[in-house]
């Protein structure tokens, strides 16, 4: 089975610095792929970047970039620029193919909750 | 257009009752999931839908019941719900086309159930 860790339940950062997410991942897997959700206050949960891990360059997404260490399992979220619309909980998960499907199961981090101050 | 749709937003429900969610999205996605979300915590996977057949199901208890009546639309029945079953359902979908692997998940704003 899969495991997710987000080990920074809260972390808050001012506006327009620079805020660096940490998840590790365990898996015995070898083609996976990663994604970081978005999910602010009472809305919806939003994908920011996903990661295939054949590839060895990073995934970026404007100012949302990941550290992508596969040798060590870690998959780290760097958001640039910080923005008050930042604000939300953001989760790491591993997705595991289903046998030959398109789909897979999503297993998700804990969650980190990121405030960003004005 | 990258919109799933729920309805409704809200539902109080008491255990004895019978009610339904519905989830819809016209992006022509082939897999549809049911996810149960806990405050502050991760979506828990209930069932995944490919192409309108139930492939998983995460051992779900029987008072929920899923139905994919077609590729744009999904269903979850509820009955003799309990408590603790009060939680926000969300549900998501995604690419199924066999060619192309590992398709992400778009999610929709879910329906926050209250059972009393």
């Known amino acids: 089975a899969q495991t997710v860790t987000q080990s920074q339940p809260e972390m808050s950062v001012q506006e327009a610095e620079t805020v660096t997410l940490s998840c590790t991942y365990d898996?015995?897997?070898?083609?996976?792929?990663l994604f970081w959700y978005k999910q602010p206050p009472s809305r919806q949960m939003i994908l920011v970047i996903r990661?295939?891990?054949?590839?060895?360059q990073n995934a970026t997404e404007n100012r949302f970039s990941v550290n992508f260490q596969k040798a060590a399992k870690s998959f780290s979220l760097k958001i640039s620029d910080s923005q008050l619309g930042d604000t939300a909980m953001y989760f790491c998960?591993?997705?595991?193919?289903?046998?030959?499907?398109?789909?897979?199961?999503?297993?998700f981090g804990q969650g980190t909750i990121l405030t960003v101050h004005p | 257009d990258t919109e799933v749709t729920q309805t409704p937003k809200h539902l109080v429900m008491g255990m004895t009752n019978k009610k339904s969610l519905k989830c819809e999205q016209h992006?022509?996605?082939?897999?549809m999931y049911w996810y149960k979300q806990k405050a502050k915590k991760p979506p828990e996977l209930m069932f995944v839908?490919?192409?309108?057949?139930?492939?998983i199901n995460e051992s779900v208890p029987s008072r929920f019941s899923p139905e994919c009546p077609n590729s744009s639309l999904l269903n979850l029945h509820l009955h003799a719900l309990q408590p603790e079953d009060s939680a926000l359902y969300l549900c998501a979908s995604s690419r199924d086309d066999r060619l192309y692997l590992g398709y992400e998940q778009y999610f929709g704003p879910g329906t926050r159930l209250t059972v009393t």
């Open positions: 998960a591993f997705m595991k193919l289903t046998g030959g499907t398109s789909y897979g199961k999503l297993t």
């Open positions: 990661q295939e891990a054949y590839k060895q």
């Open positions: 992006m022509g996605h082939r897999a």
């Open positions: 839908y490919s192409y309108e057949k139930l492939s």
């Open positions: 898996t015995s897997e070898n083609n996976y792929y």
